[in-house]
């Protein structure tokens, strides 16, 4: 029922639940706030935001109306107290906004141009600006200790870096207990400089750019602030200035939303620029996916966009080099020698390879070019590589390929299992969510990996099974809630089928058995069971180090098949989460870029394949294709001829990388369509220069399936051109007559023939505005499976597992070798590696041993050892860590060149979704050079060597404690 309170003697209503705060935005009437945010909540260090209520002085921003109750925000007595607080922050702040970099969105700004506060006393903090990071720069006597940035950085993103020390004098703002930021445990991902309401916190990139008077020399700066402001009591003109400058300069900056590049989070924000110089990146509290937070990739990664190595003109083979050439000429040559294939060997003979960090658009028009245009089914993309067993899995027991509900859900989720997810590295925005309900909500986490990383140092309990046997533990957890009773038996009997054959599949797996083939006690197994009964809601997360073995879609079946068991599908809080590595793997793959399934993951049914042949007016093939990965041995044998690769360094990415060099080397014709010369690139025949995303419009779908618009920031560098133009250059060379003008053109297609698209527009995702996939009318599905599974008589399936023991280590090769991803980096580094503050803290990569190792082998941090598989051999560096365990030793993929792990991984793969087992890599490994004066790998200033200093917000009591505060509420 609605409240209702008088607002300035005028009668309005409010919802229960709403602070004053809350009401005062909704009826548009303005009280300056600079601590509280949106997506930080009610911090109370800053007191601007006073009004009365109820005759008392009260923070707007935390207290909770209720009904009949009297507000005012600007009776003499408001504004008196209201002025006591100003001049507290203005103590801590001076005031040069035409001088100022931030002055386009400064909310201090804001709040004293619009309260008319012209005067100031600041006193400077005997504090020097701290510069050491390569990213962000901090002004201790800019800051004005409203705790924003300690509240993001310990309750948001939970990086636990950031406090107050209000035992100093003047208080300030400390990183790891007094380090300098470089050599703190700060991860960079700019969260902090994001909130920050004033220019304590600012990007390195935008200083200097921002303004029309901010580039000039710091001395004559500083000379001109002090006579602009001399003697002056009331500094109104000079503010005035600042008003006008603030407003000219949106004509110097250009502010774009888009959706990052880099993993499947799917985070959005603005990207500032001034031509094609990218200013700052700055998420807004509407960002669904992500709020105000970001990663280090994100906020800072972009660099790769202006790289002076991006392609920006078509490349043709001549011989052993390349020489430019038009795109008419390009275009011709691509389009013959396709056709020319295709009309001595078939259709079939043909491959083509879509990218995952392509939008939707261009996803869908590759594998209608495949199958429409070519004529095959031979058309695949990068999940290929990662989390096509997940979806294997889940299409088995579920009917969808993707996340059960949103990120929220999974963080909501009293119990949390995150099983082969280095989650905090791989994917940091969504960990963040999972850290924060961890810590403020006491929700409970229980970690399954083969390595000690940070999800695991935090998590109530961390399980360590034998490499490779998930699918046997997840399954003896099952039946020990079976053995107890503590199954869903109603969602069982309402919405599943096979059960009975589920429960005698799983006789087998004994706590006896569990232990002796994964290694872990038959009392943590109970305890996990236990854990699950008593959570009432149960998300999984899983990742790479599932899918990456050959029981990848064994193991993510018998996941989807522990969850049904205890209905934890089809309600809020709940659910699978298979999380995506690219930003558009989820979003290539839905709109039918995969071999075995048309768009929407429909079948090869005679309905579905009609229902495309009518929209497309052509025929299509009726068999399925062949897997990225199986192309290589086609190409072998003689089957596959010419190959279409967009935005996917094959070379790097798939397994054994002798195999697929060799493989290439012997294709007839071989496209790449690229932003730089790949090891891939090497081997074209044609090389076409691809826009980044920056540079395009279109639609990314994340790994919740949430669809978002991106929109061009830039123009393409030079000559290069957006994959959909691309692609249509050729398939119209071909003799298509496509005649699509922009994306949202496409996408109006999709929603046509994508079931799981319908009712999808553009206009609905217009700014940052999303929806979740599949639609009913106007509303989208935060989670799946509420009332039915896609499935003829909507109910889900139990489906029976088997085992697949994982490849063995022998006498010779002793050690598994384990591989995955770090957090400053993404795959190969080939867009990472442009940027230099990133390659600062992590130049390369590394061999992580055990202590034990490092004792057995005689190693320590810095020698160099030769890695040695069955399929080849790499030489690394060392760095003795405690991650790693037992016989595992640890590589991460970031490396372009001589260390790439695919040099030694094997060829065995998963045989259902056909996904290489990267993660079985039995290895030795020779101490080849000793290093008795050289750094370790990992630099001295890189966060993992900084411990973190956890507390609960800003601790804003510790200041009302001192004796220089001064209070102004009557609570």
Request: proline fraction near 5%; include cysteine.
């Amino acid at each position: 029922m609605p409240l209702r309170i008088k607002l300035n003697n005028r009668e309005v209503t409010a919802e229960e639940g709403d602070t004053i705060l809350t009401v005062l935005e909704r009826n548009g009437i303005y009280v300056p706030h600079v601590c509280y945010n949106p997506r930080l909540g009610p911090i109370r260090t800053c007191d601007l935001c006073l009004v009365e209520a109820n005759g008392k002085i009260v923070r707007s921003c935390e207290t909770k109306v209720e009904q009949g109750m009297v507000v005012n925000t600007d009776n003499e007595k408001v504004k008196g107290v209201r002025r006591k607080a100003f001049d507290t922050v203005l103590k801590n702040h001076n005031l040069y906004c035409t001088f100022c970099d931030n002055n386009v969105d400064c909310e201090l700004h804001e709040a004293v141009s619009r309260e008319g506060v012209y005067s100031q006393h600041f006193v400077p903090k005997p504090y020097e600006v701290d510069d050491s990071n390569p990213f962000y720069v901090y002004d201790p006597k800019q800051c004005i200790l409203c705790g924003r940035c300690v509240e993001a950085c310990q309750d948001v993103v939970v990086n636990e870096v950031i406090r107050i020390n209000w035992d100093l004098n003047p208080p300030r703002v400390v990183w790891s207990n007094g380090k300098t930021v470089d050599y703190s445990s700060c991860v960079s991902c700019g969260t902090c400089v994001t909130v920050c309401p004033v220019n304590a916190l600012m990007e390195k990139s935008i200083l200097g750019e921002a303004g029309y008077f901010t580039g000039i020399n710091k001395e004559v700066k500083d000379k001109l602030i002090d006579a602009a402001k001399a003697g002056e009591k009331d500094f109104s003109p000079f503010m005035l200035i600042s008003d006008i400058d603030k407003r000219m300069r949106n004509s110097l900056i250009k502010k774009t939303k888009t959706v990052c590049t880099f993993c499947g989070t799917g985070c959005s924000f603005e990207v500032w620029t001034k031509g094609r110089k990218i200013l700052k990146v700055e998420p807004k509290p509407e960002s669904p996916a992500n709020g105000v937070a970001t990663c280090i990739k994100g906020k800072f990664g972009l660099n790769f966009v202006n790289s002076g190595e991006r392609l920006t003109k078509p490349l043709v083979r001549e011989g052993d080099h390349f020489r430019e050439t038009s795109w008419e000429e390009a275009i011709r040559l691509v389009a013959s020698k396709l056709r020319e294939v295709k009309e001595k060997f078939g259709p079939d003979s043909v491959g083509v390879i879509a990218s995952c960090t392509s939008t939707n658009e261009e996803g869908y028009l590759a594998q209608k070019f495949a199958r429409a245009v070519i004529g095959t089914n031979n058309v695949d993309n990068c999940a290929r590589y990662c989390q096509s067993p997940a979806t294997t899995g889940l299409i088995r027991t579920v009917g969808y390929g993707a996340d059960s509900g949103s990120s929220d859900d999974l963080a909501c989720a009293n119990l949390v299992i995150l099983i082969g997810t280095n989650t905090a590295e791989a994917h940091p925005v969504i960990a963040g969510k999972i850290k924060r309900a961890h810590k403020l909500e006491g929700k409970k986490l229980v970690v399954i990996d083969v390595r000690k990383h940070e999800m695991a140092e935090r998590a109530d309990l961390f399980v360590t099974p034998n490499l490779g046997t998930d699918v046997v533990l997840i399954n003896g957890i099952a039946k020990a809630i079976l053995d107890h009773g503590w199954e869903d038996k109603e969602f069982i009997e309402r919405r599943t089928n096979g059960f009975e054959v589920y429960r005698k599949s799983l006789e087998k797996y004994t706590t006896e058995y569990v232990e002796k083939v994964t290694g872990v006690k038959g009392d943590v197994v109970e305890e996990i069971a236990k854990m699950i009964h008593e959570s009432g809601t149960l998300a999984i997360a899983w990742a790479m180090g599932v899918t990456q073995h050959q029981d990848g879609s064994e193991t993510s079946t018998a996941i989807s098949n522990l969850l049904l068991l205890t209905g934890n599908y089809g309600k809020p809080c709940s659910g699978a989460f298979p999380l995506r590595g690219h930003a558009n793997v989820q979003g290539v793959g839905d709109v039918g870029a995969l071999p075995n399934y048309l768009p929407g993951y429909q079948p090869y049914s005679d309905e579905a394949i009609r229902r495309l042949e009518d929209a497309w007016g052509t025929k299509i093939p009726r068999e399925p294709g062949l897997t990225s990965t199986d192309m290589v041995d086609a190409i072998l044998q003689g089957k596959i001829h010419a190959v279409y690769i967009m935005g996917e360094d094959k070379v790097l990415a798939d397994s054994d990388q002798s195999k697929t060099r060799e493989a290439l080397s012997k294709l007839d014709f071989l496209v790449v369509q690229d932003m730089f010369f790949t090891e891939t690139a090497k081997y074209a025949h044609v090389i076409l220069p691809a826009a980044a995303f920056l540079e395009k419009e279109g639609t990314f779908t994340n790994t919740e399936r949430r669809i978002q618009r991106l929109y061009k920031v830039m123009e393409p560098l030079g000559e290069s051109k957006p994959d959909w133009e691309i692609i249509q250059m050729v398939a119209n060379q071909m003799g298509a007559g496509w005649n699509y003008v922009h994306p949202s053109q496409i996408m109006e297609e999709i929603s046509s023939t994508v079931p799981i698209y319908a009712g999808v527009t553009y206009d609905k995702l217009e700014g940052f505005k999303s929806v979740l996939w599949p639609l009913e009318g106007n509303k989208d599905s935060r989670f799946l499976y509420e009332e039915r599974f896609p499935f003829p008589d909507g109910k889900a399936k139990f489906y029976v597992t088997k085992e697949i023991p994982p490849v063995k280590t022998d006498q010779e090769y002793n050690l598994y070798l384990v591989n995955g991803r770090m957090l400053e980096h993404f795959h190969w580094m080939r867009m990472t590696g442009k940027t230099q503050g990133i390659m600062y803290k992590v130049p390369e990569t590394f061999l992580e041993v055990s202590p034990h190792t490092a004792e057995s082998y005689d190693l320590k941090d810095g020698d160099t050892v030769m890695v040695m598989s069955e399929t080849g051999k790499l030489r690394t560096k060392v760095l003795v860590s405690g991650r790693v365990s037992g016989n595992k030793v640890f590589l991460s993929i970031h490396d372009d060149k001589d260390m790439n792990v695919n040099i030694v991984t094997l060829n065995e793969k998963d045989p259902t979704a056909r996904t290489p087992a990267y993660k079985e890599i039995p290895v030795k490994i020779e101490k080849i050079e000793s290093c008795s004066t050289c750094e370790p790998p990992l630099p001295r200033w890189n966060p993992r060597n900084a411990e973190r200093t956890p507390q609960r917000g800003v601790m804003v009591e510790r200041k009302w404690e001192r004796k220089d505060y001064e209070k102004v509420v009557d609570q």
